[in-house]
């Protein structure tokens, strides 16, 4: 069946590192979304890439998806305090619009 | 606007044991869905709906059942709780179109607890 994984499952960096976190599915995806989680919290929804080769930035968040549409990357330029939290991929299952398997998520740690 | 709201926020329960989580949204959402979250494992899709009076069974769905009969609202029911199902528990809603995807809007959670 459809696998979404993704790595590192824990990263953690100094204030003002760059971080980034890969998502890799075993079938071609039609989009693919991105979610942060805080602490304690939900999951927030952050952007959705539909093209093959799309970068979409978002201030210091630039999210890539790969020219086969099996692979993403979200990478943060100089973390902050604030962008602690899990983040998880999401890609829908085929031929339908808002089933999604999500990724197993990457958790970032960013020591001030 | 409320947006999504889960009751309750904690549960715990006894092996054997059923309950219902309420899940409701005010976004008039036709799509809904129930996600359990486990350490290491991501977001699970245990149940999902298209629009009221139509559910269907996602990953996990064993030991889960749902029920649309507003728009609004999505309830899960453990028939039998099992220390297995100790979770935290989304509902989320979201936009729907043909195979089209859109942001999906998460509850704030259930924790659970089966002992």
């Known amino acids: 069946g459809q696998q979404v994984m993704q790595i590192p499952q824990y990263q953690h960096v100094q204030e003002g590192e760059d971080f980034t976190t890969y998502c890799n599915s075993s079938t071609t995806l039609s989009n693919i979304q991105w979610y942060k989680q805080r602490p304690g919290g939900h999951p927030v929804f952050l952007i959705q890439?539909?093209?093959?080769?799309e970068v979409k930035k978002q201030k210091r968040l630039t999210f890539q998806f790969g020219e086969a549409k099996k692979n993403s990357s979200l990478h943060i330029t100089a973390t902050q305090t604030t962008d602690v939290g899990t983040y998880f991929c999401a890609g829908p299952k085929p031929n339908t619009g808002n089933q999604f398997y999500f990724g197993t998520g990457t958790s970032l740690t960013v020591i001030p | 606007n409320a947006g999504v709201t889960q009751t309750p926020k904690f549960q715990v329960l006894k092996t054997g044991q059923s309950m219902t989580l309420q899940c409701a949204q005010d976004?008039?959402?036709?799509?809904m869905s129930w996600y359990r979250q486990d350490p290491g494992m991501g977001l699970r899709l245990i149940h999902y709906?298209?629009?009221?009076?139509?559910?269907d069974q996602g990953e996990v769905p064993n030991g889960y059942n749902v029920s649309r009969s507003t728009t609004e609202d999505f309830p899960l029911r453990l028939l039998s709780a099992a220390p297995s199902q100790t979770s935290v528990y989304f509902c989320?809603?979201?936009?729907?179109?043909?195979?089209?995807?859109?942001?999906?809007?998460f509850g704030p959670g259930t924790r659970l607890t089966v002992t």
């Open positions: 709906s298209v629009g009221a009076g139509i559910t």
């Open positions: 890439l539909v093209k093959s080769g």
């Open positions: 989320a809603s979201s936009y729907s179109e043909g195979e089209s995807s859109y942001e999906q809007y």
């Open positions: 976004m008039n959402h036709e799509y």
